[in-house]
């Protein structure tokens, strides 16, 4: 911590309590406050103040119970994850409660990679009412008066689950895109509705002149996705181009046709199409430098329903920790004030369209199905039993799902940086090994 007082700089190094072991701060050997013309104040760093069970020799909310403090400061780098922000309040309303004394949590605004940070400051009354309360996933500032009584504010807590899912990744590509050098991005549109959703995030983020979206059709590609891909851009009014891949896909297969002699055309020729594609997308980001945004959901990512290089290729991937279902929720939200998002790209049966009369429903379950249990486990690391009793039970569905999450983790170590929004994804963290003999 730094604190800049009257021209004078004073470097404070503090952080009692590590959640990560390699975390680059100094740990402190004592507990710190300050006293500023009479008014002390209790200074905690992130971890500090989250939990008194975090630590079994250190827990400074303790230690301001034994040496009086006027007010409590916390300074968070905290991530944004669904529902953080009502976790937060209850951490810091029971601290204001156990000391009678307001809590100040400052935390870190902005997105660093595939984490986002929410912003969200507030600050509590010795009560544990709001007496302050900063915007979200925006630098914001105010000024509190500590020596007046602050009556409580009316403010509800934070914005609906979506709204706060969409602001957290429209502020996610922004940083991430900017923070790397860049200001454009390409887009493959599907038709579909997970390249629809992406498509209105990049310029909700960067803006209609910073993105390109690429209609890549193939032989299989019906008419009404490349209809819904083309009002999509120009809803949007974004660069639009259509590049068709039918030439491209067939150089493939006559060269490939002496090895692969009589062998009967199966999830191979299908890759190829969606590599052709990532070829396209990747040539066309690198000549107008710009990056690729990866389409690809939660559902798919964990079923390895996805091709290395080429779906699955690019800088980002946007929507990588958000479930097929909340992809559709999303849409919906989008859409509430204006029609951005094509009806017929949300209510269509799901395909990837790389043979006749494809759909998702054909290799997975129905998403509806589906994703409770990935979520149950996943994040909530239910065994297979417990799934059958409380998710759903249906022993070979349920067998199925658990083998490809399983199975599909060589793909998700290659897959982008994802922006992540749960308390569980598919990150560097995650430490499941590839070469593992599942015997599930």
């Known amino acids: 911590m730094v604190l800049l007082f009257l021209n004078n700089l004073n470097i404070i190094y503090l952080i009692m309590i590590y959640l990560m072991k390699n975390?680059?701060?100094?740990?402190?050997?004592?507990?710190?406050?300050l006293n500023i013309k009479g008014l002390r104040i209790g200074i905690t760093i992130c971890e500090d103040a989250w939990s008194s069970d975090l630590s079994d020799t250190l827990d400074p909310i303790s230690f301001f119970k034994e040496h009086t403090i006027d007010v409590l400061i916390n300074l968070s780098a905290s991530p944004f994850e669904h529902d953080k922000q009502q976790l937060r309040y209850e951490i810091f309303k029971k601290h204001a409660l156990a000391l009678q004394v307001p809590v100040i949590m400052v935390?870190?605004?902005?997105?660093?990679?595939?984490?986002?940070?929410?912003?969200?400051?507030f600050c509590l009354n010795a009560n544990g009412d709001f007496i302050a309360q900063l915007k979200s996933f925006r630098s914001d500032t105010t000024i509190i008066d500590l020596s007046k009584t602050e009556s409580p504010i009316n403010k509800s807590l934070s914005h609906s689950k979506l709204k706060n899912l969409h602001d957290a990744l429209v502020l996610g590509i922004r940083d991430y895109v900017h923070k790397?050098?860049?200001?454009?991005?390409?887009?493959?549109?599907?038709?579909?509705?997970?390249?629809?959703?992406?498509?209105?995030?990049?310029?909700?983020?960067?803006?209609?002149?910073?993105?390109?979206?690429?209609?890549?059709?193939?032989p299989f590609s019906s008419k009404g996705s490349l209809i819904d891909a083309k009002l999509l851009a120009d809803t949007l009014d974004i660069h639009y181009s259509?590049?068709?891949?039918?030439?491209?896909?067939?150089?493939?297969?006559?060269q490939l046709n002496p090895i692969?002699?009589?062998?009967?055309?199966?999830?191979?020729?299908?890759?190829?199409?969606?590599?052709?594609?990532?070829?396209?997308?990747?040539?066309?980001?690198?000549?107008f430098n710009a990056l690729v945004l990866s389409t690809g959901n939660k559902s798919e990512i964990a079923m390895g329903y996805c091709t290395?290089?080429?779906d699955m290729c690019g800088a980002l991937s946007v929507l990588a920790d958000v479930y097929k279902t909340e992809v559709y929720q999303l849409a919906e939200f989008i859409n509430q004030d204006d029609s951005i998002i094509p009806v017929k790209s949300i209510t269509k049966p799901p395909s990837a369209e790389l043979r006749p009369n494809q759909k998702d429903s054909d290799s997975l379950p129905s998403y509806d199905i589906?994703?409770?249990?990935?979520?149950?486990?996943?994040?909530?690391?239910?065994?297979?039993?417990q799934i059958l009793s409380d998710i759903h039970s249906d022993e070979a569905c349920v067998d199925m799902v658990i083998k490809r999450i399983c199975f599909n983790e060589y793909k998700r170590k290659q897959a982008p940086?994802?922006?992540?929004?749960?308390?569980?994804?598919?990150?560097?963290?995650?430490?499941?090994?590839?070469?593992?003999?599942?015997?599930?």
Do not use: W
Request: aromatic share 8%; charged share 15%.
């Open 260 to 287: 692969f002699k009589d062998k009967t055309a199966d999830i191979t020729e299908e890759n190829i199409q969606a590599r052709c594609r990532g070829t396209l997308l990747m040539a066309i980001a690198n000549k």
């Open 370 to 385: 589906l994703d409770p249990i990935i979520n149950a486990y996943i994040n909530l690391s239910l065994s297979k039993d």
């Open 308 to 310: 290395l290089y080429g």
């Open 23 to 33: 975390v680059i701060l100094n740990q402190g050997p004592n507990k710190v406050f």
């Open 180 to 218: 790397t050098g860049f200001n454009d991005v390409v887009i493959g549109l599907s038709g579909g509705i997970d390249s629809a959703v992406t498509c209105a995030l990049a310029v909700a983020a960067l803006g209609k002149e910073h993105v390109k979206g690429v209609s890549l059709p193939s």
């Open 242 to 254: 259509v590049i068709p891949i039918n030439s491209l896909y067939d150089q493939f297969i006559s």
């Open 107 to 121: 935390n870190q605004v902005g997105g660093n990679d595939h984490l986002i940070f929410d912003g969200s400051s």
């Open 417 to 440: 940086t994802l922006l992540r929004v749960s308390t569980s994804s598919f990150v560097k963290g995650r430490r499941f090994p590839i070469a593992a003999s599942y015997n599930l």
